[in-house]
């Protein structure tokens, strides 16, 4: 019989509402200030480099930040009155300094060069842009840039009559320099390579305001932030003739210090006594339209914040004056429990409206409804629903959710009306593990024990899949609708079955090469990949032919895979009883996060979690609910590259540190063998959390083990090619692609070049002919002790000349030296006693024959 | 060199400093006045605009703020002719010559009286959100100021411009340590070479606290646009209620003063009497002998000058 009710207001029911208010959790916060190494506590500018560090730039130091340390740089000036103002990253390894005296260094590994000076007119530098080009702004309205060969020269802004106003902060938008000033907004029209812009307009919505920060949307929009004056989009389009400008304004009261786009969507606000704001914007509309997400206070962050800046990780770095800067991290996870409320052990979750979720629980149906604004949840028993355990839940579609209880009791749920379902069966100590709906409209229905039942849309029983037809077991965990009409069953020892449309059952086993046989869940994934989750063995992916799998040592938190789902990018995640991964199935890179990342200490109940309208995740426990932030999406796949810091022989720095390929090797002479190498990967968020592999090929040596250390030394290299090469590690999983590497030759020395070896020979091979040369002549004492020389040297040279190798065969004991001199001695003694026969024979020839004549 | 301040005076300076108020409780009227440029010089501003200077200690290296109270036109405590239609710019400097340079210490806005390095800028109009509040100006880092050794500290100069229209802006300043709320910094202070200001209407009286340096012979005082509407009188330690000089509308007048020796690095207490119940805005300042604009201080060195009687003692047998 359907029970039909009308709700006015799901929340106006006698229960109290239970808001569970975001705490302050969600966000992780570090200052940095001068007892973590900051020296200085205001924040001019902060930009991060492409290698991952962060530029800080403070009234009284420039420093560079890896994540540990702050490594302080010398700013070139002989006053010892500048400092920077200004940061503007030029690409890889370079990095443009703005100081307060108006002039641009521009600093790179290898050095600091002076870009541009000024005038006697210039002083700070506010801001730098890159835009193609570097452009720069001072204090006293110095506009300059950088022209194709890469010099800054001052670019003239013709003004309709003087500016008294301080510029603050500028954007180029297509062909116009837009800059914001304490005293409203200016536009110029600037040509790329002209030495003067046009003046073209005062915006005069902004007279006197002042603007603190402008932020460029797309090629006509930009977000301008007021001191006192709200922030404003305003439309600043291309043409000469000025005034077409539209304006919206927002959050009237707004006194705005920074604007940063975190992405398309969302916008951070700093602002000068109210902490931050995060705020959505619909551009999609022609009004664009704009709702705040939330408000960090004060039990978050300190009020007064000025910079904002966004690094690679999706860390925000905010400037407190006075303080330094804080790290702000978005917790991936937020935990919702209520002991009050002891809803019991979560079976299953699902979307059931816009804004509100759906809850089945051992002790009844619940309705949790997400306040967006608040960034928090309340939670209410479903009014009319039976206070029983509820096993089971299946999105129909949005505001139609069917239910089912443990003991059989099948509902529909929409917002206005819950309706009971009969099924035909009858569930005596049977339990209903799970419900499900196919394109037809009929149920599904996994029992627990006794395999699963298929329903016709009005309940009817039409077939039975269990061991008596045809099953290897009853223990069904999933049931799955796949596009193409097949119905796939995952099953504990029955591995994977599929009904075809033609209702026949294939049974995918161990011998069809299909690893798995405890299976806990089945997913689609994007391109028809068929994702299936077990209990021990990882999950493994079906795309097209082909079968892959992830498991703990491919870097997924666990082999136990209670879930998978996809977020609203398309990532796919593995849910697991006391984690999750997301899974880059292209590149087979997971990221995985557990307890140390926040998420909570309760196990996670089988395939319990579901994804709301705003692409949360959901995440059902024992008693409670995760929420897997998705909003400002901080998991895009995060690149740390690899570098070397330092590269030393002999202790002096190696002048060209760039990695080299096989064919590039830089060559040192034979003394300067020994060689240190530094190398890091930069994560701000996860410092602690790299480690290195390191290897130097043509050392016949081992790679090192994995571990934190980022430095290797390597003394008395041998003449020879050499290549090191390091590999970068994170969270367990090799993270570089290609390990980095430095090749390097170490050359001979001259004395074991071939071309000596052969002087040498010649030289004793001549000796050797002089000696019999002269022995036959005449034998003499002298011609004696030259062959006694002779000898002796080339017994001394070929002794020398074998030891090393005599040595690593019989060690260094002195017993063996003796012997090999022994030997050698007895092997030239006999050369020696012939010689000297031979020379004497001669003579005496020689003397005979001088006799006769 | 002039030296501006003898070295006595600046130890009794630091011994006597607190920030408070400008104008502080021991000046006793409450606010400043600046006209719009276009007003008329008759209602009591003569060069629409006022500078000020405030003095951090060198051992201050915290942010400070300048809290501006009422600093729109508008609403409350202005004063208005016809509609309302004034702004008026705040500006704060800071760096070489913000004070050393010498058309900074003029009384009138000459060309360089807007010396030093300028650190910030806003403009008012009628935004009521500022309307019987305060603004927050920073915070500011005190090495962004004009160091000064003889005066111990960095000095800020903010200068008051009426750029539009023609009304009076009333208003005061608080040297904070604090955004939110008026938080004195310990030895700290504020000085300025003229006044623009609303003397006090319900018979209380203002004051103003030049300090008598040892080099000073002589002191002239000139007020401008009293309109005959009170007494001044001058205080040391060595005079009494000396009268001084008293201007009608829309003119100055000027009298001087003659310091001695026991004068020199003390405090002069110029008081200002107004008629009760009227609304009189007054310019006042005053030249030394050299005729050098000599600097009046919100909090008096060397505290307020009490006068020293003389008294003769017979003794009789």
Known sequence: ?853 | MKIYFTVIGLVLFSLTSVAQAIPSKAEGFEYFVTFGKQAEASWGDDDFSQTIFFIIPKNYTKPFYIRIFDPEVGGMHDEKKGDFNTYTRFTLYGGKGAHSNKAARSIDPIPGYNSGVRIYSKTFGGQPQYDNKFYVMGPFKPIDGEYDANMGGYIFKITVDGVKGDDGNLYNFFLSSQSNSNVSIDGANAFTYEYALRLKSDGGVSHIYPFIDAGLSSVILYNFDYDKDGEVYVYTVSKNRHVSAVSADNVWAKQAHKMTKAEHNTSMDVQLFNKKGVNNNVTVYVLNQYEDAVGFFSVPIGGVPKYRYKVKVNITQ
């Open chain 1, 1 to 853: 019989m359907a029970i039909k009710r009308i709700f006015n207001l799901i929340f106006s029911c006698a229960l109290a509402i239970l808001s569970l208010g975001a705490n302050a959790q969600d966000f992780s916060t570090t200052m940095f200030g001068e007892e973590e190494g900051l020296e200085g506590s205001f924040v001019n500018d902060a930009v991060q480099d492409e290698f991952g560090y962060l530029w800080v730039a403070t009234e009284v130091s420039l420093s560079k930040y890896n994540g540990v340390d702050f490594l302080k740089l010398d700013i070139a000036d002989t006053t010892g009155l500048s400092y920077a103002t200004s940061l503007c990253s030029g690409g890889l390894d370079q990095m443009l300094v703005g100081l307060n005296t108006g002039f641009v260094l521009m600093y790179s590994a290898s050095d600091v060069d002076t870009m541009f000076t000024g005038d006697s007119s210039s002083s700070i530098v506010q801001m730098l842009e890159y835009d193609n080009l570097f452009y720069g702004i001072d204090a006293s309205f110095n506009f300059f840039g950088t022209n194709d060969s890469g010099t800054f020269s001052t670019i003239r802004l013709n003004q309709s009559e003087e500016i008294f106003a301080n510029p603050n902060s500028f954007q180029i938008t297509e062909n116009k320099l837009v800059v914001g000033t304490n005293e409203g907004l200016y536009i110029w029209q600037l040509n790329h390579s002209d030495t003067v812009a046009e003046f073209v307009s005062y915006v005069p919505e902004f007279e006197f305001v002042n603007i603190t920060a402008l932020r460029t949307i797309d090629k006509n929009k930009l977000l301008v932030g007021t001191e006192d004056n709200g922030f404003w989009e305003i439309n600043v389009e291309n043409e000469t003739e000025s005034k077409h400008i539209n304006v919206q304004r927002s959050m009237a009261s707004l006194n705005v210090s920074d604007i940063q786009l975190i992405d398309e969507k969302h916008l951070w606000i700093s602002t000068k006594f109210e902490g931050i704001y995060i705020i959505e914007l619909n551009f999609e509309k022609e009004v664009t339209a704009q709702s705040l997400i939330r408000h960090l206070g004060s039990d978050i962050i300190p009020q007064e914040t000025n910079k904002l800046m966004l690094d690679k990780e999706g860390g925000i770095w905010v400037g407190v004056p006075g303080a330094g800067m804080v790290q702000v991290l978005v917790n991936p996870f937020e935990y919702f429990e209520d002991a009050e409320f002891n809803f019991g052990k979560v079976n299953d979750v699902t979307s059931f409206t816009h804004d509100q979720l759906l809850i089945a629980t051992d002790s009844g149906l619940i309705i949790a409804r997400i306040h967006a604004d608040k960034d928090s949840c309340s939670f209410n028993y479903f009014e009319n629903a039976p206070r029983q355990t509820f096993s089971s839940l299946f999105f129909e579609k949005q505001n139609s959710v069917v239910a089912a209880t443990v003991n059989g009791n099948v509902f529909r749920i929409t917002t206005s009306l819950i309706e009971k379902i009969e099924l035909k069966f009858d569930f005596t100590g049977i339990d209903l593990k799970s419900i499900r709906i196919d394109n037809q409209g009929n149920f599904w229905i996994i029992l627990d024990g006794l395999g699963a039942a298929k329903f016709s849309p009005n309940g009817e029983l039409l077939k039975r899949y269990d061991i008596a037809n045809g099953f290897l077991t009853n223990d069904i965990r999933y049931i799955f609708f796949d596009l193409f009409d097949n119905i796939f069953f995952g099953t504990y020892v029955g591995g994977l079955v599929r009904e075809g449309s033609d209702g026949d059952l294939s049974f995918v086993s161990k011998e069809d090469k299909f690893p798995f046989v405890d299976i806990n869940t089945i997913y689609q994934h994007t391109n028809n990949r068929l994702v299936i989750g077990s209990s021990g063995s990882g999950l493994i992916i079906i795309e097209n032919d082909s079968l892959y799998g992830f498991d703990k040592k491919d870097g997924l938190f666990d082999n136990y895979v209670v879930g998978i789902q996809t977020d609203e990018n398309n990532n796919l995640w593995s849910i697991h009883r006391n984690g999750i991964s997301r899974i880059d199935v292209d590149s087979r890179k997971i990221i995985s996060f557990g307890k140390r990342d926040g998420f909570p200490e309760v196990p996670t109940m089988t395939n319990s979690f579901t994804a709301d309208d705003f692409g949360n995740l959901w995440i059902g426990h024992h008693k409670g609910l995760t929420w897997l932030h998705s909003p400002v999406d901080n998991y895009s796949r995060t690149y740390f590259p690899t570098f070397f810091t330092a590269i030393k022989s002999n202790k002096n720095q190696v002048e060209n540190q760039k990695q080299t390929s096989n064919n590039e090797s830089q060559f040192f002479e034979h003394d300067k063998n020994n060689f240190s190498f530094e190398f890091v990967a930069i994560s701000l968020r996860y410092p602690g959390r790299m480690k290195y592999e390191y290897k130097l090929e043509g050392a016949n040596g081992e790679a090192s083990d994995i571990s934190s250390l980022n430095r290797a030394v390597y003394n008395n290299l041998s003449p020879g090619e050499y290549s090191f090469k390091v590999n970068t590690f994170f969270n367990g999983i090799k993270w570089t692609e290609q390990p980095i590497e430095y090749s390097f030759e170490i050359k001979k020395p001259f004395w074991q070049e071939l071309w000596f070896y052969l002087l040498q020979f010649g030289v004793f091979f001549l000796l050797v002919l002089a000696t019999i040369f002269i022995g036959i002549r005449q034998y003499t004492i002298y011609t004696k002790i030259m062959l006694y020389i002779t000898l002796f040297l080339v017994f001394d040279y070929v002794e020398i000349l074998v030891e090393p190798y005599f040595r690593g065969v019989t060690g260094s004991a002195p017993v063996f030296q003796v012997l090999s001199r022994l030997l050698l001695a007895l092997f030239l003694f006999p050369i020696e006693g012939y010689l000297k026969g031979y020379f004497r024979k001669r003579n005496e020839e020689r003397a005979v024959t001088t006799k006769t004549d």
